[in-house]
């Protein structure tokens, strides 16, 4: 199994190569390129990979800003034009944002599987 991930005081960013399952907690505050460049490079990277599915596990992660968002948005379209990759995205409906924001990416990629537990 191999595993990358990106840290700082706030966030974490895993990436679990045996499952194809990214997981974000904690509060992810993005200001700008400098700050989501390392995200984005882990994301790029984890396309690059081809698998067939891959699930991005939301259920620690408290906040995210409008950055953060529009970083998730960006990686939803780019696997959306990976004709062959299933996405399903998981949300905890305890974290208030989390519902309503996790929907409108199913309006980005149709087949997107969301589950909100």
Known sequence: M???EFK???YEVTYESNTSTIILSGSLRLSGLEDTNP???LLNDIL???ALQITINL???E???SSGINMLSKF???VRQKKDMKLIILGSSKV???GKSLKNLQRLMPTLELKIE
């Open 63 to 65: 906040f995210l800003n």
């Open 59 to 61: 259920q620690e992660l």
């Open 76 to 78: 939803v379209i780019k």
């Open 39 to 41: 995200v984005i490079k």
């Open 8 to 10: 700082t005081e706030d």
């Open 96 to 98: 208030p944002w989390q």
């Open 48 to 50: 690059v990979e081809e």
């Open 2 to 4: 191999v595993i990358k």
